[in-house]
């Protein structure tokens, strides 16, 4: 493990098995904080999770045999059951707790920004704990599947990230969804980084069905963008105000959904408002460095973009994908104060 960077690095390579076996053996100290925090957080004994997230086998199963093959390799490497490793890619669901987090995302291209660049990434508002427990993970698979880098927690194989084709996504929490049985969001965040466009993205989440909501923001390295409101009975397509650009928080923004809207988080609307001036007081000029910046604005406090506490939630890590040139921009800690690394697909 690399822990010269601003998150440890884990980096992995082989087959299935072997990727989670060397991501188990490098994070392994980091994997059981993980599993301590999980506990903490549902306030529910791990033996009763563990039940619960083995109860996912079946579907991972057949979602995707490669990704069972290297929960396997995981909890091998990093000395845990299988079912703890399990419960890695199952936190929320193990416990049908409700969403927790908040999250600014955005994707934008052609007119939006500099020279067409195409650029997406998020703000992640979690509650402080989490940051103790990321690492940026890069997995190299040798059985044909892309190489990718992705952000997430020790064990937890999915989360936000690029791949080799351009494929990036990033995601909001959305509210006012009872659990229902279905996919954990993480598996499925794995397999988008396995795609290689945004519609082969949004194939993968019409045709899978989640146990809670949450929104996903999409971009490929063919210049497209796309948003997809997931909820257990389906998904919305977002179109948003301009083509070239999408702009999500923590509230439904599609027609089919927004009857579902309860304004659970409040901060949620002024924050999308707040992101939506920025980018048109920055139109046609956008940057990696002006979504740095915007990703750091106060406006709102303590609940802005850049978020201070606010319902318990922190912007504990931000990102900034620019496929073209295959590089994932990583911030641990506050936009106004965390410090920017980039890391190359």
């Not at 990033?170 to 290689?196: C, I, M, S, V």
């Not at 210049?223 to 083509?243: L, M």
């Not at 318990?312 to 073209?324: E, F, L, N």
């Amino acid at each position: 493990m690399n822990r010269t960077h601003t998150f440890p690095v884990v980096t992995v390579r082989g087959t299935s098995y072997e990727l989670g076996r060397q991501h188990g053996e490098q994070a392994a100290p980091l994997v059981e904080r993980y599993l301590l925090w999980i506990e903490h957080l549902t306030g529910l004994p791990r033996d009763t999770l563990c039940r619960n997230a083995r109860q996912f086998v079946p579907r991972l199963e057949a979602l995707s045999p490669a990704f069972v093959e290297e929960v396997r390799g995981l909890a091998d490497g990093a000395g845990i059951s299988f079912d703890e490793a399990v419960l890695c890619q199952a936190r929320a669901e193990a416990a049908h707790a409700p969403a927790d987090g908040g999250c600014t995302a955005f994707a934008l291209t052609g007119a939006a920004t500099a020279d067409g660049r195409t650029l997406a990434g998020q703000n992640q508002d979690l509650a402080p704990e989490y940051a103790d427990v990321t690492i940026v993970l890069r997995v190299e698979p040798t059985d044909g599947r892309p190489r990718a880098v992705m952000v997430t927690f020790a064990g937890q194989l999915g989360y936000a990230g690029l791949n080799e084709y351009g494929v990036a996504h990033f995601a909001n929490a959305l509210y006012d969804a009872p659990w229902q049985p279905g996919l954990p969001h993480y598996p499925l965040k794995r397999l988008t980084l396995e795609q290689r466009t945004v519609a082969d993205c949004v194939q993968l989440y019409r045709d899978h069905r989640v146990c809670s909501a949450g929104n996903v923001v999409l971009c490929d390295g063919q210049g497209n963008i796309g948003d997809v409101e997931a909820r257990p009975e389906g998904i919305a397509v977002f179109t948003d105000e301009h083509p070239d650009t999408r702009l999500h928080t923590n509230h439904y923004v599609t027609a089919q959904f927004a009857p579902f809207e309860t304004n659970s988080l409040a901060d949620s609307c002024p924050r999308l408002d707040r992101i939506r001036a920025l980018v048109q007081q920055h139109w046609g000029r956008i940057t990696v460095d002006t979504m740095k910046t915007i990703l750091a604005d106060h406006e709102g406090d303590p609940g802005g973009i850049c978020r201070h506490g606010a319902e318990g939630m922190h912007s504990t890590a931000g990102y900034v994908a620019d496929p073209a040139a295959g590089v994932l921009h990583v911030r641990r800690g506050h936009g106004c104060l965390g410090t920017w690394t980039a890391y190359e697909v």
